[in-house]
């Protein structure tokens, strides 16, 4: 096999729809990948025998109803000896694939946000990573656990061929070691969003960062190496079977390939996103891209695309557009350019890029050694007059210009990199230090800066150009906006976060109880306050209205045309007549209900589900008292009640049942074995009534509201993330049906408690779009309360 140790296009594959998100080697067929995309599928190709060396599609998956985000195989096994494919979506779902059926053969539900990594180990494990912050361990169809510790979205993870260690990089810039399912270390030196992460061997690993950085980390915690090549976000890395050189794709539209520590060679794409990239068993290179072609890339010359192939591939190249603002032009210097003469002298290094005057268009193109030439990669739009626009990265910081100094001739040339803001002599100062040049060349560096910096003014242009996972206004990485809109990217967690402050005043006197509308409430006054009345609300809410007699009187009604086999005895109604007593009634010195009461009270709840909503209405009322809080709450019975509960508030249950059970759960906050029992039962009692937002119901929906509220208070002070993350999207559900203004008020409040004074969760609360959920009830003034949350919450999302 003849090599040329350099990469060429073998070829373009028009597979998707949309931009391809993820790639990986597929265990079978032999040569076969995997892609996903954001049109929804996956795809198997292989390669195929025609002329062309191309691939076909094998087999298509579809499954996702949203973007598909991120593909792992799963080794093959006795029961799957082809593997399995498992992909990852903004769905929140993960889907798992044979090689035959176009349909999953599961679906794994846990996640609370968009699934954007997958990494699979051994024996079937598969770890997952999601915006939700978190990462999942699933084995055998089910979550064994959650990895929580990150502030902000999982955007990679890989599993060590050491069994146990696990790997997640994030948004909040860090890198996290796990075993058994506990952090063991946190790498720092990123300085923005942990994109991606690739395993050399069972002690090291690369990461790959918005910062333009590729980092070499030991596990033991050390950073043994920096990378610094790509202009824009890194998003994807794939190693070598040697576990040295590796490759790289980012936001500045290339491929890279690194050898023996440094990039090599550099492939442009016409086409802004590189997302992600493999490599195949051969060598080959496989990327995928925001135009949804994938490219295959080789260094064997008989598998390299025919002449007329290539020859089209470049002038596709030749006729893309660059924004010099969105630095992938990278330390060119804008001012004064060459005309086409200046591409007769050789470029110096491969992916070296110049640009060049034609007529009175600049052309932007780059050095390609194996090929000896420059090929032109794009024009250049805007002209040359962009400069002060900070586009140059360098060592992942942005500057305004970064100059090239060669010192001695045949030497390595330095990099100099200045903002017009600096001193001039300072900056020429550190340069020499840094380089360990004589302070003699201290005039003649700073008054080259001087003269090759004339006219510009001082700071950065306005900057332009779209953020490619929000489709706002292009991030600049390390940036911030000071102004009051400022805040951090949900997804990508860069830009600076700016908490709303505002006095925590206790309520004054004269203003009404929200929940209640008890006193003196006056909506004009509260406007005319800055203190926030409504959250945190930290106790719980109850429900605590109640005529005891009619409740009896209905009993005792359904009692008398129940079955004679479920009819209960005079003694047992005297019984739960003494204990509704008890419960509700004025006297609260009377006796506290008895240990036999509260058992047949309980005994009485299992009655049939169209008779018993009146003992539930009863039980509602008791589980406020400490006894029977202890009682039915502890922890054996504890999850008795929680079951029992649950199983009334089923979807196709009766609605009388549902609300009274969630009533009657929102009451248990009341005690704290009740809130004990609650807490360590949230995600299976958050999950259920969660589905009753379906139900066409408005007590129905006040109840839900008010128990999501009353978690959002238990949860306030606890650092419980995938607690928090449940409330928030629960409520987030919950408001897309809700229509009584009660039950959106509640939510509102349930909100405004889960996010205040926890940045985490405004992130979290920001990534699920809660402020453009929320926003139609800030102007409401009917009940006013309404619009005033509203407008609180909004300003802690800010």
Known sequence: MASSNSYKLRCSIPGHEMDVRGLTAAAFPEGAFVS????????????????????????????????????????????????????????????????????????????????????????????SGSWDTTAKVWLNEKCMMTLQGH??????????????????????KTIKLWKAGRCERTFTGHEDCVRGLAV???????????????????????????????????????????????????????????????????????????WCCCILPNGDIAVGASDGIIRVFTENEDRMASAEDLQAFEDELSKAT??????????????????????????????????????????AYQWSVSDGRWVKIGDVVGGSNQQTSKSVMYEGKEYDYVFTIDVNEGGPSMKLPYNVSEDPWLTAHNFLQKNDLSPMFLDQVANFIIENTKGHVVGPAQSSGVDPFTGGARYIPGASDNGPGSGADPFTGSGRYIPGSG??????????????????????????????????????????????????????????GAPQEQRLSEEVLESLERLLGSVCGPDTDGPPPTIPEINLLWKAAHWPEDIVFPVLDILRLAV??????????GEAEGIQLCNHLLNLMRPEGRPANQMLALRTLCNCFSGRHGRALLMAQREMVLSRAADLTAVCNKNIHIALATLVLNYAGCLHSQPDLEGKAQCLSVASRALETVQDKEAVFRLLVALGTTVASDQTAQDLARSLGVSSQISRYSSMSDPSKVGECCQLVLKELQ
């Open 322 to 363: 660059i924004d010099p603002k969105t630095g992938d032009l990278g330390d060119i210097k804008m001012e004064d350019l060459p005309g086409r003469e200046h591409l007769n002298e050789p470029g110096n290094r491969d992916g070296q890029t110049r640009l060049i005057k034609d007529d009175q268009k600049v052309e």
């Open 151 to 172: 502030s902000a979205a999982v955007w990679a993870v890989v599993i060590l061929p050491e069994q146990g260690l696990m790997l997640s990089g994030s948004a909040d």
């Open 200 to 274: 050399i061997s069972s002690t090291e690993f690369f990461s790959c960062s918005n910062d333009t950085s590729i980092r070499r980390w030991q596990v033991t915690g050390e950073c043994s190496q920096v990378y610094y090549s790509h202009t824009n976000y890194i998003y994807s890395l794939a190693v070598f079977p040697n576990g040295q050189d590796f490759v790289s794709t980012g936001e500045d539209r290339t491929l890279r390939i690194w050898r023996k520590g440094e990039c090599a060679q550099t492939i442009r794409l016409p086409a802004q996103s590189v």
């Open 36 to 127: 996903v995309s954001r049109d929804r599928t996956g795809r198997v190709w292989v390669p195929n025998s025609s002329p062309d060396r191309g691939f076909t599609e094998m087999h298509c998956m579809s499954g996702h109803s949203n973007f598909v985000s991120c593909v792992c195989i799963i080794a093959p096994s006795e029961t799957y000896p082809r593997g399995l494919i498992a992909t990852g979506g903004n769905d929140n779902n993960i889907c798992v694939f044979t090689m035959d059926r176009p349909q999953p053969l599961i679906t794994l539900k846990g996640h609370k946000n968009t699934v954007c990594t997958l990494s699979s180990g051994k024996f079937g494990t598969l770890l």
């Open 503 to 560: 006095p925590n005043i206790t309520t004054p006197a004269g203003v009404a109880d929200p929940f209640t509308g008890g006193g003196a409430y006056s909506s004009a006054a509260l406007r005319e306050m800055t203190t926030n009345i409504y959250f945190p609300k930290t106790d719980g809410v109850t429900f605590e209205q109640a005529n005891a007699s009619q409740i009896f009187a209905k009993l005792k009604e359904l009692n008398g």
């Open 624 to 633: 406020r008292h400490p006894h029977v809080n202890q009682t039915l709450c």
